[in-house]
């Protein structure tokens, strides 16, 4: 791996208040506005929740400040940096995709040129081995930038397409110095979305929202090309696997007659069974942004509080879902990308890395829910917004590319969360959680080197 050092002041200062609530809910009462930066927070208490969670039936280049929503609510990965306007120096427009377990990425670059003309190609990156790499995969054209690129744990790279009304899908690999193309085939469809890539290494899905159903097509991985698999009522967005097999598949769902979003599990060996997955409260919007099969840990954004709040739950657990005071920054959208591996049975302990992004720029968080502290690191200069990885030993990777290395990761190892009272004896009023969430404090320096519906406890509560 390639290390640099990087410097707490790289992301710059962002100024901070409460996050806009959506159409129809009740502005937070609790502006604050202090300006801060990459740093560390206190921790603050947590209003829980009134959801439970059950089981799925069967079984520096700063990013662009904000992070991108829809109708159907923000986007979030834990594989892909967020769609970015083409600029000079900035990410590509088609994010940054790793596989399931970060042994390859892929994303759209661009050979130099002016502002307007530049010539977009796919690229693989290797990021197992002892340095990464990258191998361009030009063609004979260039690509467009609204295309979509997908790596397979073999190390080939689906591509999408849009041609007019039609999808086209195909698979890259390098071939000396040239690069190939294997044809798998066309969908009939003006708009689809790859989702993540599954869990298995072989298999893409995509999603094709419209008004009344949302069509779920298996596009890389099948024997006969592109094949619609699932047909959901509804329109669907999101999505996020819910093991390591690649059979359950999370999406966030509006029912058909309109209404509140509420995410579904989709059981794929089991025809595409659909059951509910988070039901918070009945109003309510409640979409999964994030899922860690082997801990069960799940990153949900809900606006049971009565506004859009970050919270999390266990997958299966009777315990209500939380919503963090210290995941509550204002005037800066905050998304999960990465939940640590390998914790099993210790959902609690697993380390999340979050995109912070604000008026300056994007740079990276860490937490944990037992820690109930978040730690903010100034991210390296380069850093595709929202892309990276975690090790089974807590060590977050975080893939970058600028003038000086045209492939690196940077790394970070995931901070301790000591309680103040055990180091001091005491707890200050902004160690001990008392402070707002935007307080000031120094910035920190980074080092690289299928739920079933739940009865509700209580009702959902606003601050």
């Known amino acids: 791996m390639t290390a640099c050092a990087i410097e707490g002041g790289s992301a710059g200062a962002a100024a901070t208040a409460e996050p806009v609530a959506e159409s129809g809910t009740e502005p937070d009462p609790k502006g604050s506005g202090a300006e801060s ?111 979509q690129v997908a790596p397979l744990a073999d190390g080939r790279v689906l591509i999408r397409r849009r041609v ?32 993540p890539p599954s869990p298995d290494g072989r ?49 966030d769902r509006r029912a058909p007659g ?13 025809g595409a069974e659909v059951t509910p997955l988070l039901q918070i409260a009945p109003g309510s919007d409640d979409r999964l942004l994030l899922a860690d099969a082997d801990s069960g840990l799940l990153l949900i954004c809900s606006d049971a509080p009565g506004h859009d709040r970050l919270g999390w739950g266990v997958l299966g657990s009777c315990l209500p879902v939380r919503f963090p005071e210290c995941l509550r920054l204002a005037d800066v959208a905050v998304t999960p990308f990465a939940v640590q591996p390998g914790q099993m049975l210790m959902p609690e302990s697993c380390a999340v890395a979050l995109r912070i992004d604000g008026a300056a720029g994007s740079w990276v968080g860490v937490w944990r829910p037992a820690g109930r502290r978040l730690h903010q690191f100034a991210a390296p200069l380069g850093w595709a917004p929202g892309a990276g990885y975690w090790s089974r030993d807590g060590v977050l990777r975080l893939p970058y590319a600028n003038g000086a290395t045209s492939c690196g990761v940077a790394m970070l190892d995931a901070p301790q969360d000591v309680e103040p009272s055990s180091v001091t004896g005491r707890s200050s009023d902004a160690e001990g959680g008392t402070q707002p969430s935007a307080a000031v404090s120094a910035p920190a320096v980074c080092k690289p080197v299928p739920l079933g519906q739940a009865p509700l406890h209580r009702a959902a509560r606003s601050d």
Not at 95 to 101: Q, R, S, V, W, Y
Not at 124 to 137: H, I, K, M, S
Not at 220 to 225: E, L, R, S, V, Y
Not at 259 to 269: F, I, Q, R, S
């Open 37 to 147: 930066g990459p740093e560390e927070y206190g921790a603050e208490p947590e209003p829980e929740g009134s959801g439970d969670l059950g089981k799925p039936a069967g079984s520096d280049a700063p990013g662009p400040p904000g992070s991108a929503a829809d109708e159907d609510g923000p986007e979030a990965s834990s594989a892909a940096g967020g769609p970015a306007a083409p600029a000079d120096g900035g990410p590509p427009p088609g994010g940054f995709t790793l596989t399931a377990d970060g042994a390859y990425a892929a994303r759209l670059t661009a050979a130099p040129g002016p502002p307007g003309e530049r010539a977009w190609y796919p690229e693989r990156w290797t990021l197992d081995g002892p340095e990464p790499y990258a191998v361009p995969l030009p063609l004979g054209q260039p690509e467009e930038p609204d295309s």
């Open 164 to 195: 007019a009304d039609r999808q086209m899908f195909s698979l890259l690999y390098p071939t000396g110095p040239g690069t190939g193309e294997l044809l798998l085939g066309a969908v009939e469809c003006a708009e689809m979305t790859l989702l």
């Open 203 to 251: 298999c893409v899905y995509a999603l094709s929202a419209g008004e009344h159903h949302s069509s779920l097509w298996l596009v890389a991985g099948g024997a006969f090309g592109p094949e619609e698999v699932a047909r959901i009522p509804g329109r669907c967005s999101g999505g996020a696997w819910l093991d390591r097999a690649g059979r359950m598949l999370a999406l």
């Open 258 to 270: 309109g209404g509140p979003v509420k995410a579904v599990a989709v059981d794929l060996g089991r």
